[in-house]
């Protein structure tokens, strides 16, 4: 009897151990319809608590990226506190050159750097600035790969969650295509 009495009362605390319908949805892939993104524009979708920036970027966003590498930290996405996955170890840090997907999270405390994708000289940037993101809590700059640029409190690029294409207009974030 006490050990029926026992099992009646564990069973509803054991159940307390499953995440909750919230919790699952929280860390479940999230799928994006990228097909109303125009060049040189930005949605953000959350993906487990966390901004992830889509942007799709013009072709001059894209001949850009080259010349700025003796001015980044990590210009090859090298360092491992943030790994970067196979399928964004280019220059452009994307399946897809035309966009980048990241989490808009700054690598310094946190903070969420806003939108400096126009380029040329502006408050708090370099006279020669080619587009980007600015965390103005510490002035870390990124370009529009998410590479951190050198000499900034940022010790690394903006992360690159797993995702892939499940089309040429849907997106899925927070998962890596299977072999």
């Not at 001015?71 to 399928?87: G, K, Q």
């Not at 989490?103 to 750097?113: E, K, N, Y």
């Not at 010790?155 to 969650?161: A, K, R, S, Y």
Request: proline content about 11%.
């Amino acid at each position: 009897m006490g050990g029926a009495g026992a099992a009646a009362v564990a069973v509803p605390f054991v159940s307390t151990f499953q995440p909750s319908e919230r919790a699952r949805a929280a860390g479940a892939p999230v799928e994006v319809d990228i097909s109303g993104i125009q060049p040189g524009e930005k949605i953000v979708v959350e993906w487990r608590g966390k901004p992830v920036w889509i942007l799709r970027r013009t072709p001059e966003q894209l001949a850009a990226l080259p010349t700025l590498d003796g001015e980044l930290a990590d210009p090859n996405s090298d360092r491992t506190a943030y790994p970067t996955p196979a399928y964004a170890k280019n220059t452009h840090r994307s399946i897809k050159p035309e966009y980048l997907v990241t989490v808009g999270i700054c690598t310094h405390l946190g903070c969420s750097p806003g939108d400096k994708l126009t380029p040329g000289p502006q408050p708090s940037l370099p006279n020669d600035w080619k587009g980007g993101f600015l965390c103005a809590c510490h002035g870390s700059t990124f370009d529009v790969a998410g590479r951190v640029f050198k000499n900034k409190p940022a010790p690394d690029n903006l992360e690159v969650p797993p995702h892939y294409y499940l089309s040429d207009t849907t997106l899925l974030v927070g998962e890596e295509k299977q072999a």
